[in-house]
């Protein structure tokens, strides 16, 4: 069974603090996207990632960066939490290079809450 | 550039009454068209997609869509729902040329008993 986990389901932090959230897939799976999803505004790319060190802005990057050092793991950053970044972060997973036909496969989610 | 537009946010409906939630889309370059679903507190999950071929596709648990060129939407029905339905629903579309895949607001289903 094809798998993509995120390390925390829910997660507290205060303004200012600098958080990481996790996210591995065990399907060699090329293709690794962070989304935020708010009610109302669906999901939002922030950043993705077509293979390993390689990174490209999504179209909600600011105050956000990632770091992809293997193939099956895929990091969001957040430099300096604030109340604003409270959301539900999914991370998804994509076979092929250029493969817009396949599926993404999903993480549970993050809820983060910054207060 | 793709956009989506899901036109309601919500839709209640009684067990095993039809339904149908709407999804209209703006592109400038062919696309290929997809629904999600979520179930509470779980990811996303693909449902159904459109790549090319028969406008009419169909989903394993009796949910189909149908890619109409002209009217630019891709609408996902049911016959008859079950109170399992409930979830939330997101319509997605990719530029057969491009990378991204863009997703719309999502509609939320509840089915009552």
């Known amino acids: 069974d094809v798998k993509v986990t995120q390390s925390s389901r829910y997660l507290v932090k205060r303004t200012g603090e600098k958080v990481f959230l996790e996210c591995v897939q065990d399907?060699?799976?090329?293709?690794m996207f962070w989304y935020r999803q708010d009610p109302g505004l669906g999901l939002r790319l922030i950043y993705f990632?077509?293979?390993?060190?390689?990174?490209e802005k999504g179209d909600i990057p600011e105050g956000y960066s990632v770091s992809r050092e293997k193939k099956e793991r895929f990091s969001l950053i957040l430099e300096s939490a604030s109340t604003n970044q409270t959301s539900m972060y999914l991370c998804?997973?994509?076979?092929?290079?250029?493969?817009?036909?396949?599926?993404?496969?999903f993480g549970p989610g993050t809820r983060l809450t910054v207060l | 550039a793709q956009s989506v537009t899901q036109l309601d946010s919500q839709v209640p409906v009684f067990e095993e009454a039809p339904v149908e939630l709407r999804c209209n889309y703006s592109s400038s370059v062919s696309v290929y068209l997809f629904w999600y679903v979520q179930y509470p507190n779980q990811g996303l999950q693909l449902l159904l997609k459109y790549l090319s071929g028969s406008t009419l596709v169909e989903s394993i648990n009796g949910f189909e869509a149908e890619f109409n060129k002209s009217q630019t939407s891709f609408h996902l029905r049911k016959p008859s729902v079950h109170i399992s339905d409930t979830a939330e629903y997101f319509c997605a579309v990719s530029g057969t040329g491009g990378f991204k895949t863009i997703f719309g607001a999502g509609t939320r289903l509840f089915v009552k008993a």
């Open positions: 990632s077509y293979d390993v060190k390689m990174k």
């Open positions: 998804a997973s994509r076979r092929g290079r250029d493969s817009l036909w396949n599926e993404q496969f």
């Open positions: 399907m060699d799976h090329e293709n």
